[in-house]
């Protein structure tokens, strides 16, 4: 599919396939490190850019979820998941293509995709950062999260979205 948001360049959206993965992991990496600073401290930080070292997590995402690419001029400019039709797991914008319609779009795909197996309420853990997006698109909080990984605290929010 073939999007024009506020954006000059037209955007595609496709199925990641395996070959994407590096692309993937290097935009997962840079968006947490630039655009996540003023919301966790550096020590948070590198924990969660460093799941990305997590092969076997990425490669079962993308082989088994559906999992969406936007493109512009053959570039990974975004990314989302949706895992058995109801938890939205990954959902990133390149860091440089920040607040042009881009994760409206993915959002909008990944809800059809719901609707269409029958799923009535969609779920994600979402970051502080990612929180205002969730909340500007109907999602609510269920509930603060405190996870710990690798002695580093880092809060989430465990958010829902009824799709009528």
Known sequence: MIYEPL???????RQAV????????ELFTATITTICTNDYTPEQIAVWASTVENSHRWYDAVAGQLFLL??????IVG???LDNSTYIDFMYVHKDYQRQGIAEILMEELEIEARDFGTI???SDVSKTARPFFERIGFEVVTEQLNLR???EIVNY?????LL
């Open 18 to 25: 395996l070959t994407d993965l590096d692309e993937i992991k």
């Open 70 to 75: 936007a493109e512009m001029d053959d570039k």
């Open 121 to 123: 309420t969609l779920t």
């Open 158 to 162: 465990k958010m829902s979205k009824a």
């Open 150 to 152: 690798r002695g580093v």
């Open 79 to 81: 990314f989302a998941s």
């Open 7 to 13: 954006l000059q360049d037209p955007l595609t959206l």
